[in-house]
């Protein structure tokens, strides 16, 4: 799988060569400043997200450690689902910040393209089943808490928190699904100005 991957790079690396052959070169620096300008947006984006998950994983561990002492089984195993679940992602977040910066912009190689594509390859991979599965291990944890809840706030307020968690975890879900598409769309984009870069060596 691993030979496949290498070859079609650099069949894609012949293919961008062969295409711009006889044409007038493109200004490599503006290339390169544009692609790093990517680049950049792209670890400010895997830093950001890593802030806001470090400051939540904060909050909850405030609360359910120093603030409110849960005592059901169901809700350890809820908070630590939950708490475990965003550690795991910002684990992911700083492992995607090393991989973007095994990215060499201005290695115009075939490696460099190669690194580029796998690095878009492995950030569809995050955002595919293990967001998800992150997502709801999360959700899953809070429901879990629902039992030792209800023996402290009434029926209707418990329905009630039930019901706001549902609704904020689509609206969650959407503005999730929205950064992960205009990520992938910058990564391809970076991708592109990568190949470029190559074709004209």
């Known amino acids: 799988m691993k030979d496949e991957k290498l070859t079609d790079v650099a069949a894609l690396w012949q293919k961008a060569k062969t295409s711009h052959q006889g044409q007038p070169k493109a200004n490599i620096h503006e290339l390169m400043a544009s692609a790093q300008a990517r680049k950049k947006k792209a670890l400010s984006a895997h830093y950001g997200n890593a802030v806001v998950l470090s400051i939540t994983v904060l909050l909850l561990m405030f609360y359910f450690y120093y603030l409110y002492?849960?005592?059901?089984?169901?809700?350890?195993?809820?908070?630590?689902?939950?708490?475990?679940?965003?550690?795991?992602?910002?684990?992911?977040?700083?492992?995607?910040?090393?991989?973007?910066?095994q990215v060499h912009i201005s290695d115009t190689t075939a490696r460099s393209?190669?690194?580029?594509?796998?690095?878009?390859?492995?950030?569809?991979?995050?955002h595919g089943p293990v967001t998800l599965i992150i997502f709801v291990v999360y959700f899953v944890g809070f429901y879990l808490l629902t039992p030792e809840f209800h023996k402290h706030i009434s029926l209707a307020w418990l329905i009630f928190m039930d019901i706001s968690a549902l609704i904020i975890a689509i609206v969650l879900a959407y503005i999730i699904r929205k950064?992960?598409?205009?990520?992938?769309?910058?990564?391809?984009k970076l991708v592109e100005l990568q190949r470029s870069l190559v074709s004209r060596e």
């Open 69 to 101: 002492h849960f005592q059901d089984v169901l809700s350890k195993i809820g908070y630590h689902l939950m708490i475990g679940g965003l550690i795991i992602r910002i684990a992911i977040e700083f492992f995607s910040v090393w991989r973007s910066k």
């Open 113 to 126: 393209l190669q690194q580029a594509v796998a690095f878009h390859h492995f950030r569809k991979r995050i």
């Open 179 to 188: 950064g992960i598409r205009q990520e992938l769309v910058e990564l391809e």
